[in-house]
């Protein structure tokens, strides 16, 4: 494998994560201190990502990024955009960092994003990775606060008109969990009965007979899934996602 870089050009990753009460992203702590009054002091977050290797293709390269944060596969991320002005790079502490990683200023950035049920991947808390709310992010360097909500955009049309919500989600996952997370990705409150009479004429999700035990309920409440081999059989059928609503 050739481990030389290819300096300039970059892959980024969005995940976002859907926690209890907001879709939240995962960044990656920047730090640089030269000590050196001339130089800024960097201590910020970016998405996590890094220069492609000579020897990978994009696909390949985010594959390596998602690696370093978790051993799972994840399949369901997608190439999103290009990003490349030449005035993408601005603040000092950009240019700074950029120069100490022995990159070039003028970078191509190809960014992936997925879509993940946040308690599905475990952070450790001496990690220098952190979730954040996507409506609450921290200092974020380069140019990567206006990706994430380019990213976040985009996400919410997609919701209506495909199944990305069901990545969001449990793979067994209750009605209130799904309703929750139509709530939270699109800023809407929905009435309970007439989503769930929806939710229940779709064939693409399917009844189980397991049940979980939910915190303030007294009785454990019934598990669903979502087929994909049914909602693509179905989906010009006017079964798309947007009907549930």
Not at 96 to 110: H, P
């Amino acid at each position: 494998m050739d481990f030389r870089k290819i300096s300039n050009l970059s892959v980024d990753c969005v995940i976002f994560g859907l926690g209890a009460d907001s879709l939240n992203v995962l960044l990656r702590k920047r730090t640089l201190n030269l000590f050196n009054d001339n130089y800024p002091e960097i201590d910020d977050w970016v998405l996590p990502g890094k220069n492609v290797l000579k020897s990978k293709n994009l696909e390949e390269s985010a594959d390596l990024i998602l690696a370093t944060i978790s051993g799972l596969q994840f399949t369901n991320k997608k190439q999103f955009r290009t990003y490349g002005s030449q005035k993408r790079l601005k603040a000092d502490k950009d240019l700074l960092w950029i120069r100490s990683q022995g990159a070039e200023v003028r970078t191509i950035t190809v960014v992936y994003y997925l879509t993940i049920p946040q308690a599905s991947l475990t952070i450790e808390d001496n990690s220098n990775l952190k979730w954040f709310p996507v409506k609450s992010l921290p200092d974020v360097g380069f140019d990567h606060r206006f990706i994430i909500q380019d990213a976040y955009e985009d996400l919410q049309s997609k919701i209506m008109t495909e199944p990305i919500m069901f990545d969001l989600v449990p793979v067994k996952f209750t009605l209130n969990e799904l309703q929750t997370a139509f709530e939270i990705l699109l800023n809407i409150e929905l009435d309970n009965r007439n989503f769930r009479k929806k939710t229940l004429s779709k064939p693409y999700i399917v009844p189980l007979e397991d049940k979980r035990k939910v915190a303030g309920s007294k009785k454990p409440s019934k598990l669903f899934m979502f087929s994909k081999d049914v909602y693509d059989k179905v989906a010009e059928k006017d079964h798309l996602i947007s009907t549930i609503l």
